[in-house]
């Protein structure tokens, strides 16, 4: 054979082997992580929705971080991490039958489809409960519960001189502690409670109220009390339920529920203040002769984050002082009480109000420095700002002396060393 052809051909070849060599080591070093990588990635997406879905649905029994609220027990509980996937997921997706743990799945007539319940156990057993309870804040849904409160000494004294006194004294202490967070101050109700001190609850039997009391009402937010109360204690609670027209309004005072922020609502507040509350009250909160100042000690002055959630969201009637609740979420309303509650800290004494905003425009420096920035640099208009949170980012690993580079660095001297050696006697023969 020609020698200068043979040269040729075995270039070739081994140029085209090489080729193979390392497409060949390329695929082997990228898939595995490729894989890895992808898993985690739809870990990620799915441990995203399902904090969401948690805040949704779930938040309101089991508590902001899954610490339990009451009588609903912890689901941050270690002993579900090491629970077979399958049992978790039939509770959730079954409910617990006579508890108030209500069926999820579509199947049971719940919200929820398999994926999602899915979703919701790797939350359980793979989830981070602090970013978790950032969600439930961010979406607005904190729960206002487990909040407690502290009967009034004087009056809890009176409540002592009446017949069976020191059992209504027991079930008042109760209350405060356990149930006022939903049923409210004296037992009047809340948004998410009914009365229990009114005419409709006194006319039902003890048995009605202790069945109630002690297993809960299913699919409601009243759990059953059994694991934690006594039933002496269960049955001083019917006590004070069946006689609270003698017990003195007041006893039992409404809890001060601090609303949870983040860093996030804080942000968020601060940019929905200064859009829409800085020119009538100042871009701090001064005050200005339209509106009074709400950065100074006495607006603070027993006023619950409730109270002042309320305000905004009703207005004040009768004023300049808008209604709200028709135009901002809940969760917005809430972020703005935050913001205003970091100002009790430094609040002067006396307030001094600055002009209405408006006027010359030197005059207004001092409300761009509340703008929120995209990394210092741009401002954040409010409704493009990513609140909800994010997927967590691809977290690739790679490490740099893998055993498939080292293979593929192998296959590559050596396919190297045959080309060069192979060329060289080629070569060598073409001399000849
Ligand atoms: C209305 C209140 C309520 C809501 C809403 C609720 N749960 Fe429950 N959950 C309970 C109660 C009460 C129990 C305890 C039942 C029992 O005594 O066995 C429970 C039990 C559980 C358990 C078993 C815990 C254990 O230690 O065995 C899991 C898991 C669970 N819930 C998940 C969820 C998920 C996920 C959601 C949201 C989709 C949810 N729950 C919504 C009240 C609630
Ligand atoms: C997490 C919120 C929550 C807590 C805490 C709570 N309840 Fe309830 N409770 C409810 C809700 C909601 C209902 C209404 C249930 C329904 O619609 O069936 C209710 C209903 C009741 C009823 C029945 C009222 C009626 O008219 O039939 C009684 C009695 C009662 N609760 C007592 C208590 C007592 C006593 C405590 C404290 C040991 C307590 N609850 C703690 C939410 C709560
Ligand atoms: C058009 C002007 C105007 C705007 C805009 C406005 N307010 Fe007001 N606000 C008032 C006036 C006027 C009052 C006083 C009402 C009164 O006489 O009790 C008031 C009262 C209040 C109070 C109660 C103060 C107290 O001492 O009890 C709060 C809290 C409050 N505003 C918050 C807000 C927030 C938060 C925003 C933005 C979302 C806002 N306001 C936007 C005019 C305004």
Redesign the pocket.
């Known amino acids: 054979m020609n020698p200068k052809s043979h040269l040729i051909e075995s270039l070739i070849g081994l140029g085209a082997t090489m080729l193979i060599a390392a497409g060949l080591g390329w695929y082997m070093l990228n898939e595995p992580t490729r894989i890895v990588s992808a898993q985690e990635d739809v870990l990620a997406v799915q441990l995203d929705e399902a904090m969401t879905l948690y805040a949704e649905n779930c938040a309101v029994c089991h508590g902001l971080n899954g610490e339990g ?2 009588a609903t027990p912890a689901l941050n509980n270690p002993a579900l991490v090491t629970m077979p996937f399958e049992e978790i997921q039939k509770t959730i997706a079954r409910g617990r039958y006579q508890t108030a743990m209500p069926a999820w799945s579509l199947l049971d007539g719940g919200p929820l489809s398999d994926y999602q319940i899915d979703e919701l156990v790797l939350l359980i057993q793979y989830g981070d409960w602090t970013e978790t309870g950032d969600r439930v804040v961010n979406l607005g849904l904190a729960p206002l ?1 487990p909040f407690t409160t502290e009967a009034d000494p004087a009056l809890l004294e009176q409540v002592g001189a009446l017949s069976d006194g020191a059992t209504l004294q027991t079930a008042v202490q ?2 405060a502690a ?2 006022v ?3 409210g101050a004296d037992g009047l109700g809340t948004s ?3 009365a ?1 001190n009114d005419e ?2 006194r006319a ?1 039997t003890a048995d009605e ?1 202790t069945r ?2 002690t297993y809960g ?1 299913t699919g ?4 059953g ?1 059994s694991n934690t ?1 006594t039933p002496e204690e269960i049955s001083a ?1 019917i006590t004070l ?1 069946q006689r609270w027209q003698d017990v003195p309004l007041g006893t039992i005072p409404a809890p001060n529920v601090p609303i949870p922020t983040t860093e996030e609502s804080i942000a968020l507040g601060s940019q929905l203040f200064t859009t829409n509350c800085s020119r009538c009250h100042g871009p701090e909160g001064q005050g200005t002769p339209r509106a009074p100042s709400l950065n100074v000690q006495s607006f603070f002055v027993d006023k619950t984050d409730q109270a002042i959630q309320q305000i905004i969201t009703n207005g004040v009637p009768g004023t300049a002082m808008p209604t709200w609740g028709d135009r901002m979420t809940e969760a917005e309303i809430q972020a703005i009480v935050g913001f205003i509650r970091q100002w009790e800290a430094t609040a002067p004494e006396v307030a001094t109000l600055t002009r209405p905003s408006g006027g010359p425009p030197w005059r207004n420096n001092s409300t761009a420095t509340t703008q929120t920035t995209l990394f210092g640099l741009l401002p954040v208009p409010a409704t493009t700002q990513n609140f909800t949170g994010h997927a967590a980012g691809n977290t690739q690993t790679s490490t740099l002396l893998d055993w498939r580079i080292l293979l593929l660095i192998g296959i590559l001297l050596a396919s190297a060393f045959t080309l060069i050696s192979k060329g060289l006697s080629s070569l060598a023969r073409l001399k000849r």
């Open positions: 609220i009451g519960v109760l209350f356990s149930c967070s939903c049923h998410i409670a009914p229990l409709d609850t039902k109220l109630t009391l009402n409601t937010l009243m759990a009390w109360l609670l339920i």
